[in-house]
Structures are given as C-alpha cells and as structure tokens.
C-alpha cells in the first residue's frame, strides 16, 4: 500500500528526504480510469508519484453537491496501490485552511466565462487550494486532464503568473466505450441522465468533426 500523510509538514519533510525527481496528481477522490491516466504518466516521468485526495469545500458553490461528493478512500487506495504510487496525501480541511479560507485566489478574466459563469467562486476556490497543495508537494512536475479544459488552463496561466517552479503537464481525455469522458460525476448520473450525456457528447465530437 501506499504510504499515506495528512499533514503537510510531515510531507514536507518527507518531500525533503526524498532523492530525484516527483510527480503530483491532484484528485478529490472517487478515483477512475482518468486519473490512472494521469498517475501513469507521472510515473513514466519521474523517480516518484505522489497524489492527494482532498474534496475541495471551497470550489463547491451549493453545499448539498460538496456533500453528495462520493467518499471511496479504501477504493482509491486499492488503484493507487494496483498502479505502485509510493505516496498519498489525504489532507483534512483544518489542515488546508487554517486561515478559515480568507485569503484567496481570484482570476479575473476566463474564470469568468463558460462554467465559471454558471458557477460562482467554483474557480476561486479550485486555483486557491491548487496553489496550496503546489506548495506543499514540491513536484518538479504536476498533472491536469484536459477533460476539465478550463480548469487547466487555468491552473497554467496561475503557474505562469506565480513563477511557479512545478511544470503544468496536460494530459488527454479518457473516454468510456460510448465517447462520454470519464467522470467521477458520472456516477451520480440516473441511466435516463446519463443516456443524455452520451448523446450530448456524441453530439459535440460530431460538430467539432465537421468544423474541422
């Protein structure tokens, strides 16, 4: 099994003694396929993986979905332990936020579009607690997929602006059998829900086809 820290001191003096280079894979949990993705390339890419599994409470703008959130750490542990991943970070949310979240994150522009218009201070929370765990991972390289778009880019423009030292590492869409991208949400969906997805998403890799 993976060896597995809550406090970010302790990781940091792990981190410390640590030789080579680390790989970071930032997840919420309910781990899939997708996120084996990202922990394979990591592991391709460097000498060690660490990835974290904190549900971000900060990025969720109705409290009712933070609490829906499925939990599945001994899951989670069993893939990251199938895939060899030496170490797992499961912070709680006193360890995140001992300043009771009151400085933050806030971009002005793309957060402000597309989901992050539908959704507010969904992105303020997500680049504030990133920008944490960046911090306190000390990885040479970091991994997004590019299923949450946005997102990324996101977190590569914060990277940028920031000076930070850890590389922003894109890696592509996992996909069902369908075409649907994989999703821990997906499973909350109701089959009548999630035929509607298949179909939205058959729907949008056609029109991006036929622009091309």
């Known amino acids: 099994m993976p060896s597995i ?3 970010p001191a302790a990781w940091k003096k792990q981190r410390a003694a640590l030789e080579g280079t680390l790989g ?3 997840t919420m949990g309910n781990l899939h396929a997708g996120h084996m993705a990202l922990v394979r390339q990591a592991k391709a890419e460097n000498d060690h993986v660490l990835v974290s599994i904190f549900v971000n409470p900060t990025q969720f703008n ?7 959130y ?6 989670d542990y069993a893939l990251l332990d199938g895939e060899g991943v030496e170490f797992v970070f499961t912070p709680d949310e006193k360890a995140m936020y001992p300043d009771n979240y009151e400085m933050q994150v806030n971009e002005t522009s793309l957060s402000q579009e597309l989901e992050g218009k539908f959704r507010p201070g969904h992105f303020q929370g997500m680049l504030t607690v990133v920008l944490k765990l960046l911090n306190i991972a000390g990885a040479a390289r970091a991994y997004f997929g590019e299923k949450d ?4 880019m996101l977190v590569k423009k914060m990277a940028e602006a920031f000076f930070l030292p850890t590389e922003i590492v894109a890696v592509p869409i996992v996909r069902e059998k369908s075409g649907l991208a994989l999703s821990s949400r997906n499973n909350r969906l ?6 509607q997805a298949v179909l939205l998403s058959q729907l949008l890799r056609g029109a991006t086809a036929n622009d091309a």
């Not at 109705?62 to 829906?68: F, P, S, T």
């Not at 499925?70 to 899951?75: D, G, Y």
């Open 149 to 152: 778009f946005q997102q990324l």
């Open 62 to 68: 109705r409290r009712d979905d933070y609490n829906a």
């Open 24 to 26: 970071f894979v930032p």
């Open 5 to 7: 820290v809550s406090d």
């Open 70 to 75: 499925l939990r599945t750490l001994e899951a």
């Open 190 to 195: 109701s089959p009548q829900q999630r035929e």
